[in-house]
């Protein structure tokens, strides 16, 4: 969808009526006013259907088969950005002092295959009661859903 907010409008309403219905609610940004965290509707669309629902998808398949799985977003754009991009992250992880705590949990899992460690809130495992952790402003925080109402809708991983 590029930049392009109009063309991903026509993308929704182009899909099955029950489809775009959803999608139409899904994504309720006002092209006026992008999410602050998400970006206009082309970015959102976009987000989902590169990375998001591929995500949910192999997090999905690889839970099932036991492996443990730690899913995460990002909520805090980067300094001078005007929404989180795939990416935005990689400045918390190797040069932000402030922010969210990403590097830490980064070299944990880097070390030893699980992100937890002492002094961090506890990032619970995909399937569990929460099965993401957000990246806020404020902090961690333990959620559940990460875009499952996009990515069933969409039917696609």
């Known amino acids: 969808f590029g930049s392009d907010p109009a063309r991903a409008r026509r993308w929704i309403a182009a899909q099955d009526a029950p489809v775009a219905q959803v999608l139409g609610k ?19 669309v976009a987000t989902d259907r ?6 949910e998808h192999v997090a999905a398949v690889r839970s099932r088969g036991g492996d443990k799985v730690w899913r995460y977003e990002l909520e805090v754009p980067p300094p001078g950005g005007a929404a989180v991009t795939h990416g935005s992250e990689l400045g918390f992880v190797f040069d932000a002092p402030e922010g969210p705590p990403l590097q830490a949990y980064w070299l944990n899992f880097a070390h030893g295959g699980d992100p937890n460690g002492p002094g961090l809130k506890a990032w619970p495992t995909y399937g569990s009661q929460a099965d993401y952790l957000a990246f806020t402003a404020t902090g961690p925080v333990e959620r559940r859903g990460l875009g499952r109402a996009a990515c069933l809708s969409l039917q696609r991983p």
């Open 26 to 44: 899904v994504y309720a940004t006002s092209p006026a006013d992008p999410d602050p965290v998400r970006g206009d509707l082309a970015m959102q």
């Open 50 to 55: 590169m990375f998001r629902c591929p995500g």
